[in-house]
C-alpha cells in the first residue's frame, strides 16, 4: 500500500491546514505509524486533542473515521462483531417445517448474511480509507484489551465460524488513553507510544487564535499566559486545552478585550471545574491585588 | 548504526527502562524512515518506539543526549550562534558602547567581561531568545563552573557553581524592575506583574536546563559516555526510598502519587466490581431468558455487596520518617471511597486525632501539610517514642477498634530504647480484624539498633517494608 505522506514536514502542514497544530512530536510519529503500519497509542490530561487529533488525520487523508468509544464492560459484541441471534432463530423457525438438513442450515444461519459486524470488524472490512479510533482504551477492563490485540498486530479478525478475516487495507489505527490505569504491556509493545501534554504557550496561543478567529492577537497572547500561570498552581485539574478556548471565547462574546483579575476572577469557572481549584486560582488573583492596593 | 543503536537499547535498560525485544526490532525499523540528520525527529522516533510510559521519559531523555551527545555535529553550532557582532550593535543601540571591541577581539566570547555576561544574559531573557540563551549558558558554564578535567565530583557541584555566580534570582528582579519601567508611570498591576513573572521564571527555568545539559555534555567529553550515563542513572519515580530522597525527588514522588492514587481507585473499584461473581441468580436467569425463547442460554448471577475495610492509621511523622507517613496518608484519603470509614492518628511522642482535617476538605495536600503542621504530637522531648504514644492510644481510642477495623501503623520501630508496650499491639489485634504494620527501612536494618519493629511483630497479622511508591501501591491493592 502507498504511504499516506511523504515526510515529516508534510505530515505536519496538512494537519495544519486541517486546523490542527502539531509539534514534533506528534508529526513525527503520525508519520512514522503510517510508515511502520503500527497503531499509534496516545496518552495525556484530557482535553489536549488526542481525540481530535484522529479526526484531522482522517481529514487530511480523505479518510473515514471508524469510532470505537470504550467504556467499562465493554465486550466481543460490542467491540468486534456479534450473530445476529433474533434473525438466526427466525430463520431456524422459518425452516422448522421443511425438510432442510441442520447441517445446511447451521452453515447457512453461521454466514456472512448474519453478522452484525462492529467498529473493530467494520475496519478491517472497509473497502476504502479509514482511520479507526480506539477512544479511551484505559476505560475497558485488562481482559478485554486482550481482543484489541489481534486486530493491532496483525490486522485481522479471528470468527470461529467463519475463519480469518484479513484486511484488504492496512487502516489507520489510534487508540486513545486518559491513562486512568497502566495498559497491558502486550498492547503497549504493539503500539507507537505518544503522549500529548499540555501545549507550550506559544502554541497555545496559535491554537487559540486559530480556533476562535474573533480574538485578538493581544487578548490570545494573555488568555495562553493566564492559563499557564494557573497551570503552574498545584490543582486537582489543571484547565484543558478545550477549556482554554471555551474561555477565549467566553471573553469574545463578552467584548473583553484586557483580561485584569477582575475578569479573570469572574470567568475562572469556565477554566476550573472543582470548587477547591476556582477558590484557589481566586484567591491567588486576590492576593496579587492586595499586593498592590 | 545497529551497534550505536543496540548501545542505546543497553543504556535505557541499566537505567531501569523495559525495553523489549519487539520495541528494539522496531526503533531499528522507525530510523530507516527517518532523516538521521534531524536530531528531534530522531529522538521522537526512539522514544514512540522505545518509551511506553510517559514517566520514563525524563529518563529518556537523559540517556538519549548523553548517549548521543558526542556524535553529532550539532552541538558545535552553537558557537557560531553566538555572533557577536550582531550583539554588540544591539548594545551599542542601547548605549552600551564598550562592549563592542571586546567582544569582536575575543571571537568565541572569552573576552566578555562578567557585567556584560550578564547583561547579555538579562537581554535575552527579556527577549526570550532561544539562541542566544543557549550560547550563553555554554558561556556561563566555561567562565564560571571551573571544570577541571578528572576532577570525580558531580555535576550539579558545576552547576551550582555557575548558578551561584550568575545570581539568577538577582536577575530575575532586574527584569520585573525593567518591565515595569517599561510600563510607564502606571506601572503593572499586580496581576500583570504576577504574569510578567512566571513568564520570566520559565525562561529562567530553560536557562537553567541549558546550563545543566552544558554542564553534562562537557562532563561526558571528559569522561566519556559510559562513565556519564552510570552516574546519571537515577531511580524513576515509583523506585525513588521515601527515607532518602532528595528535595527534587520529593516534588517528583508529589507529581507521581496524584496519578497513582487514581489509578488505584480505578483499579480497586473494577475489582470490586468484577472481581466477585456470586451465585446464580434464578429469577434473574429465567427473565432474561424469555428473549432466548425461554432457554436459559444468558445465565445471571448475584453480585454479593463487597465488604469496605474500615480502616485506622496510625503515623509516626517524626523527622526520619515524615515523608513516608506524609504518602501513606495521601494515598490512603484518595482512595478513601473503597474504605467505609478513614480514621488517621500520627504520633511523635504525644498521639493525636488527625481525622478532623480531612474531613470534607477535597484537597489532600493541604490537609497532609495540616496534619504536618498542627497536630499535636510532642509529649516531652519530640524523639519517637512508640511506647508512649501507643498507650495514649490505648487509653482513648482502644474502644474504636472493632472487628470491622483494620489497622495501618506506619513507623520504622525505631523507639529511642523507651519501652516497647508491646501488649498494646497484642490487644489491637485481639479487637481489630486486621494489624499490618508498614516500616520505611530496608528489612536489612530490621531490629538493628534501636529498631524494635520484631516485637511489635509478633502481634501484627503481617509487616510490610514499604521503601517506595511500587510497594506502597502494591500493598494497599493487596489490602482490599
Known amino acids: 500500500m502507498d504511504s499516506r505522506f511523504t515526510d515529516v514536514g508534510s505530515v505536519r502542514a496538512d494537519l495544519e491546514n486541517a486546523n490542527y497544530l502539531a509539534d514534533d512530536g506528534i508529526a513525527g510519529v503520525v508519520y512514522l505509524a503510517d510508515r511502520l503500519q503500527k497503531p499509534i497509542l496516545v496518552e495525556g490530561p484530557a482535553g489536549t486533542g488526542k481525540t481530535q487529533l484522529a479526526k484531522s488525520i482522517a481529514e487530511i487523508t480523505g479518510a473515514r473515521l471508524i469510532r470505537l468509544q470504550c467504556y467499562e464492560g465493554l465486550d466481543e459484541a460490542k467491540a468486534l462483531y456479534e450473530w445476529n441471534y433474533k434473525k438466526q432463530l427466525l430463520r431456524i423457525q422459518a425452516e422448522r417445517n421443511s425438510d432442510v438438513e441442520w447441517d445446511a442450515l447451521e452453515d447457512d444461519i453461521f454466514s456472512d448474511e448474519f453478522l452484525l459486524t462492529r467498529p473493530l470488524l467494520e475496519a478491517i472490512r472497509a473497502e476504502d480509507n479509514v482511520v479507526l479510533l480506539i477512544d479511551e482504551v484505559d476505560r475497558v477492563e485488562i481482559e478485554t484489551e486482550a481482543l484489541l490485540l489481534e486486530i493491532l498486530s496483525d490486522y485481522q479478525v479471528s470468527i470461529p465460524e467463519l475463519g480469518t478475516i484479513e484486511a484488504t487495507q492496512i487502516p489507520m489505527v489510534i487508540l486513545t488513553s486518559n491513562n486512568t490505569r497502566e495498559l497491558s504491556e502486550a498492547l503497549k509493545r504493539r503500539c507507537l507510544f505518544l503522549h500529548i501534554d499540555y501545549p507550550e504557550m506559544e502554541r497555545e496561543k496559535a491554537i487559540v487564535l486559530n480556533k476562535v478567529p474573533e480574538i485578538s492577537e493581544n487578548l490570545a497572547d494573555q488568555v495562553a499566559r493566564i492559563v499557564r500561570s494557573i497551570r503552574t498552581l498545584e490543582l486537582k485539574k489543571a484547565p484543558s486545552v478545550s477549556e482554554t478556548l471555551d474561555w477565549a471565547r467566553t471573553l469574545v462574546l463578552l467584548g473583553i478585550d484586557q483580561v485584569d483579575a477582575q475578569t479573570a476572577t469572574d470567568t475562572v469557572n469556565i477554566l476550573l471545574k472543582y470548587q477547591s481549584d476556582i477558590n484557589k486560582a481566586i484567591k491567588e488573583f486576590a492576593q496579587n491585588d492586595e499586593l498592590s492596593s | ?480
Open chain 2, 1 to 480: 548504526m545497529l551497534d550505536l543503536l543496540a548501545g542505546f537499547i543497553i543504556e535505557l535498560r541499566a537505567a531501569g527502562l523495559p525495553v523489549s525485544l519487539t520495541e528494539n526490532l522496531d526503533a531499528m525499523a522507525a530510523i530507516q524512515h527517518i532523516p538521521l540528520e534531524d536530531r528531534e525527529t530522531f529522538k521522537y522516533a526512539l522514544a514512540a518506539t522505545l518509551v511506553k510510559n510517559h514517566s520514563h521519559w525524563k529518563q529518556f531523555e537523559v540517556v538519549f543526549e548523553v548517549f548521543f551527545s558526542m556524535r553529532g555535529e550539532q552541538y558545535e553550532i552553537t558557537d557560531n550562534a553566538l555572533d557577536l557582532d550582531d550583539l554588540d550593535d544591539d548594545e551599542v543601540g542601547e548605549g552600551q558602547g564598550e562592549g563592542q571591541s571586546q567582544g569582536q577581539g575575543g571571537g568565541g566570547g572569552e573576552a566578555l567581561s562578567p557585567e556584560q555576561l550578564a547583561k547579555m544574559l538579562l537581554d535575552a531573557l527579556r527577549k526570550g531568545d532561544q539562541a542566544m540563551m543557549r550560547a550563553l549558558a555554554r558561556q556561563a558554564v566555561r567562565r564560571y563552573a571551573g571544570m577541571e578535567p578528572g576532577r570525580p565530583v558531580g555535576g550539579t557541584y558545576y552547576l551550582y557553581r555557575t548558578l551561584r555566580n550568575l545570581d539568577l534570582d538577582a536577575m530575575l528582579d532586574q527584569l520585573m524592575d525593567q518591565s515595569r519601567a517599561e510600563k510607564g508611570d502606571e506601572g503593572l498591576s499586580k496581576f500583570e506583574e504576577r504574569l510578567e513573572k512566571d513568564e520570566f521564571n520559565q525562561r529562567i527555568e530553560q536557562l537553567k536546563k541549558e546550563i545543566e545539559a552544558e554542564i553534562r555534555r562537557m562532563l561526558v567529553a571528559d569522561r566519556g559516555v559510559e562513565a556519564m550515563s552510570r552516574t546519571l542513572r537515577k531511580p524513576l519515580p515509583e523506585d525513588v526510598d521515601f527515607m532518602h530522597a532528595t528535595r527534587d525527588e520529593m516534588n517528583m514522588l508529589r507529581k507521581a502519587i496524584y496519578p497513582l492514587t487514581r489509578k488505584l481507585a480505578a483499579r480497586l473499584a473494577r475489582k470490586r466490581k468484577y472481581g466477585r461473581r456470586g451465585p446464580l441468580d434464578f429469577r434473574k436467569t429465567v427473565r432474561t431468558s424469555l428473549s432466548y425463547g425461554g432457554v436459559p442460554a444468558d445465565p445471571q448471577f448475584r453480585f454479593p455487596k463487597p465488604h469496605k475495610p474500615e480502616i485506622i492509621v496510625i503515623a509516626d511523622i517524626s523527622g526520619s520518617v515524615a515523608a513516608f507517613a506524609r504518602f501513606t496518608l495521601h494515598l490512603v484519603y484518595a482512595i478513601s471511597s473503597q474504605f467505609s470509614k478513614v480514621r488517621a492518628f500520627v504520633f511523635i511522642d504525644g498521639l493525636d486525632e488527625v481525622t478532623r482535617f480531612f474531613d470534607g476538605v477535597d484537597d489532600i495536600s493541604e490537609a497532609v501539610h495540616r496534619v504536618n503542621t498542627e497536630a499535636d504530637v510532642v509529649w516531652v522531648d519530640g524523639h519517637s517514642d512508640y511506647g508512649h504514644a501507643f498507650g495514649v492510644f490505648h487509653e482513648r481510642y482502644i474502644k474504636d477498634v472493632g472487628p470491622k477495623s483494620t489497622v495501618l501503623i506506619l513507623g520504622d520501630a525505631r523507639n529511642n530504647y523507651h519501652a516497647s508496650q508491646s501488649w498494646i499491639i497484642k490487644e489491637i489485634q485481639q479487637k481489630a480484624r486486621q494489624v499490618h504494620w508498614l516500616n520505611p527501612e530496608p528489612k536489612g536494618y530490621w531490629d538493628t539498633g534501636d529498631s524494635i519493629v520484631g516485637e511489635y511483630a509478633t502481634y501484627c497479622d503481617g509487616v510490610h517494608e514499604v521503601r517506595n511508591l511500587r510497594q506502597l501501591e502494591s500493598f494497599v491493592e493487596n489490602l482490599i
